[in-house]
């Protein structure tokens, strides 16, 4: 593969590693986990409730600072490294579930609960996608790392500027926040506990902001644990392939309410300013959604300039980072995208992927066969760049991923350096698999031969699907069926293109493009496009997706990824305003719809099937003026052996076809 994107996925020829590649970190991870499991060098924690830090412009900023104490509870009068989490989500909630996990005999209670409870195999088996949380370290890493204080730690959790109980206006990951961030940082530094380590860590939100601080130089922080973070919140969730989705408004809803909760301390002071602050802006960037969506009016529902002081600059951190991610995570393949742009070496950047959820980071974690808990990765991340130790977190994966349909692999890096890019063509031939779809196609190496239109209309059944999952963070899981594992009733709406089934072992790893040639009946059409593992049983499992507005089809050369062969592999669409083209009813458009990165393990009889739909919300959400210029009216995919469709896909193996 060749690329001349400052964003390439593909990576230099394959060189022998001096990396380990066991994903549980073999003696080194059971170490880390004992350490974890034994007792901490303190007995106690101490929170401090009410401190507050100042920032130039006058706002005040509430903070939590939880410290390693003595058996009576007082705070032990030394200096620590401290790790830091910025959050919108308001501290007085993550503080009351810290509480909850700390109490005597309820907080043991739910960790075995989370540990014990298994309904894999069962119709209820997406519940356990849920419950598994706790068990695999995340609520640690989302409020209070008890066991990471009182090794001898500070934690520090801030309410974001306008949110929870820090005055200001909420600015969203904007330039004031981020210098909010630098001056953080540097009040930390100078505070009588802190010994002038400070890391970064969080999920979601404090991911990014953790990010964020880490392209800053020398003013950020030291070392950084981002879970589910994000690096360009345009395309992996704002407007993917021009169209919102529904996680957003939920999003600015939820933390908009939260930030109307005070903390105690606000409320007997009188809180004034933290109200007038409120009263100020009630509901921030709500109104600009609203009219964005409504009438397209609003600049960032494209891809505008706004958005390049928001995303993280990956190139420019020169800090230690630990990433993880997910494959079916709202920012998708944002985690794998940013380990290749970071330009620190190996061992300092390391990169885990799960096969989970925004709402589930870390499920089975710790279990045998799978990476440590997330808690025990942070602790031995930050013991050995924040206090020096060799403990081997360096010498651990340093790509440690978990395949889909399969198990946990470590690798040197992502995509597999091996992976051939195949092109497998969009035929109208029957595949036998699929009559339960608009129609059921095939999917071959060799180009068809005969000419056919096929039609597909906008429905709604794509609401009971794994991308729904997706887009809501995992929640539906507790669903199970059509929103986890099984996309048959999604494909009731769809065109389906399968292949016939492998006869060996073969590994999809990487990004892969979908060319098709589309025609619409109005004067705008949505494409949206699933590639599924279908099971011998015929189940489809869905393993990536991707959509895109036939108006923002233009493409950006500089920005895209190409085989050897002059096929897109990551066809990077400018999504701006500029750059809109015209869809004229009746006229063939050529569309390239990127699909998301993930790595899939296809075992002897399983198939690919590749489902093209004319709608698939809540996941893909048009602005109103683009769904009315669809007119709801019915889609074509033109199958033109002069102008083939296909789907180009590195993979590893030959399927014997």
Not at 135 to 156: E, I, K, M, P
Not at 322 to 335: E, K, Q, R, S, V
Not at 391 to 419: C, K, M
Not at 610 to 628: E, S, T
Request: with cysteine; net charge negative.
């Amino acid at each position: 593969m060749t690329t001349t994107s400052a964003h390439a996925l593909v990576q230099p020829e394959h060189v022998v590693s001096p990396f380990h590649r066991d994903p549980t970190g073999g003696a080194d991870g059971r170490a880390w986990a004992e350490l974890v499991e034994s007792a901490p060098e303190f007995p106690r924690v101490h929170i401090d409730r009410g401190a507050a830090v100042t920032m130039t412009d006058g706002a005040v900023l509430r903070a939590i600072v939880v410290s390693p104490a003595d058996a009576s509870g007082r705070s032990v009068s030394s200096r620590f490294p401290v790790v830091l989490n910025i959050t919108p989500y308001n501290s007085v909630l993550l503080d009351s579930i810290d509480a909850l996990l700390a109490a005597p005999v309820l907080g043991p209670a739910l960790r075995r609960v989370s540990r014990s409870v298994d309904l894999s195999g069962t119709p209820f088996d997406g519940i356990s996608e849920i419950t598994r949380v706790v068990a695999g370290g995340a609520a640690d890493l989302l409020t209070v790392n008890r066991h990471l204080v009182r090794s001898g730690y500070v934690q520090v959790i801030i309410d974001a500027r306008g949110t929870g109980s820090s005055s200001g206006v909420w600015d969203t990951l904007g330039p004031r926040e981020q210098l909010d961030t630098l001056e953080i940082l540097e009040w930390i530094r100078a505070s009588p506990w802190c010994d002038g380590r400070v890391g970064m860590a969080g999920i979601s939100y404090s991911a990014i902001n953790s990010l964020q601080a880490a392209a800053a130089g020398s003013a950020g922080p030291d070392a950084v644990f981002a879970v589910e973070g994000s690096e360009d919140i345009v395309r992996e969730i704002f407007a993917t392939g021009g169209a919102p989705s529904l996680f957003i408004p939920l999003w600015l809803t939820a933390v908009n309410t939260l930030k109307w909760v005070p903390a105690v301390q606000i409320l007997r002071r009188g809180g004034v300013g933290w109200l007038a602050d409120r009263v100020r802006s009630p509901a921030t960037n709500i109104s600009n959604l609203v009219n964005g969506f409504l009438t397209g009016s609003d600049p960032r529902i494209y891809d505008d300039p706004s958005f390049d002081t928001i995303d993280p600059t990956i190139e420019d951190i020169a800090v230690p980072t630990f990433l993880y991610g997910c494959w079916h995570d709202i920012f998708g393949g944002a985690a794998p995208d940013m380990y290749n742009r970071l330009t620190v070496e190996r061992g300092r950047k390391q990169l885990l992927v799960g096969d989970g959820y925004h709402g589930n980071p870390g499920i089975g974690f710790g279990e045998p066969g799978f990476p440590p808990r997330l808690d025990v990765l942070e602790r031995a991340w930050f013991d050995k760049w924040l206090r020096g130790i060799d403990n081997g977190i360096d010498r651990y994966g340093p790509v440690t991923l978990r395949q889909q349909g399969g198990g946990w692999e470590a690798h040197g890096r992502f995509p597999a350096p091996a992976a051939v890019a195949r092109r497998l063509y969009l035929s109208a031939d029957s595949s036998g698999t699929a009559s339960h779809s608009r129609h059921d196609g095939s999917l071959h190496f060799e180009a068809p031969t005969d000419t056919a239109r096929l039609t597909v209309k906008p429905g709604f059944r794509t609401v009971v699907s794994r991308d729904t999952t997706q887009v809501l963070a995992g929640v539906p899981a507790v669903l199970g069926g059509g929103f986890t594992y099984d996309n048959r009733f999604a494909e009731g709406d769809a065109l389906t293109f399968t292949t016939p089934p492998v006869m060996t072992t073969v590994v999809y790893s990487g990004p892969a493009n979908v060319h098709v040639r589309t025609v619409a009946r109005a004067r705008e059409s949505m494409w949206a496009v699933m590639l599924c593992d279908v099971a011998p049983d015929g189940t489809p499992t869905v393993l990536t997706n991707g959509a895109l507005l036939a108006s923002r089809r233009a493409i950006d050369d500089e920005e895209s990824i190409r085989t050897e062969s002059g096929d897109y592999l990551v066809a990077h669409h400018p999504l701006t305003r500029e750059s809109l083209l015209p869809v004229v009813p009746g006229e063939p458009i050529v569309l390239d719809i990127e699909l998301l990165s993930t790595e899939a393990v296809l075992h002897p009889g399983h198939r690919l099937r590749l489902d093209i739909f004319a709608a698939d919300a809540p996941r893909f959400v048009p602005i109103l003026p683009d769904r009315l210029r669809t007119r709801w009216r019915a889609q074509d995919v033109d199958l033109d052996p002069t102008n083939p469709s296909f789907i180009t896909l590195p993979l590893l193996g030959e399927p014997g076809w």
